[in-house]
């Protein structure tokens, strides 16, 4: 599967962004999928993650309360809303898919990877 993110940008400190993940190449559905996130000097980390049906949701706890992972089946695509961004937010966002399975939040566990789109909140 093909994936590509796009709605990054710039923002103030409070404000939001809304990511999408469009998918393609194979049936999505099949897939469960994460957004991830990697600060300069910092390691990659895992920000939400869903289930292929979306029955499981996990989020990290520096995330938890102000984004919103969603996806819609039918459209190919995987959400990430963030409200209340923070300077500590700033990062490239990736999103990834894996086979479906149980909910996985390690980023070895993800087979493909869309090229990551950079998220800057300004204080």
């Known amino acids: 599967v093909q994936l590509q993110a796009s709605g990054g940008g710039l923002v103030q400190a409070g404000g939001s962004l809304r990511l999408s993940c469009a998918a393609s190449?194979?049936?999505?559905?099949?897939?469960?999928m994460g957004w991830f996130r990697q600060a300069p000097g910092k390691e990659r980390e895992v920000v939400a993650a869903?289930?292929?049906?979306?029955?499981?949701?996990y989020y990290s706890d520096s995330v938890k309360g102000r984004f919103t992972i969603s996806r819609d089946n039918a459209k190919n695509t995987l959400y990430l809303q963030m409200n209340s961004l923070k300077p500590e937010d700033t990062a490239v966002y990736y999103c990834?898919?894996?086979?479906?399975?149980?909910?996985?939040?390690?980023?070895?566990?993800?087979?493909?990877w869309g090229q990551g789109t950079l998220v800057t909140v300004s204080s």
């Open positions: 990834a898919a894996r086979p479906a399975r149980s909910l996985a939040t390690a980023s070895v566990s993800y087979v493909y």
């Open positions: 190449g194979r049936t999505f559905s099949r897939f469960d």
């Open positions: 869903i289930r292929w049906i979306g029955d499981r949701i």
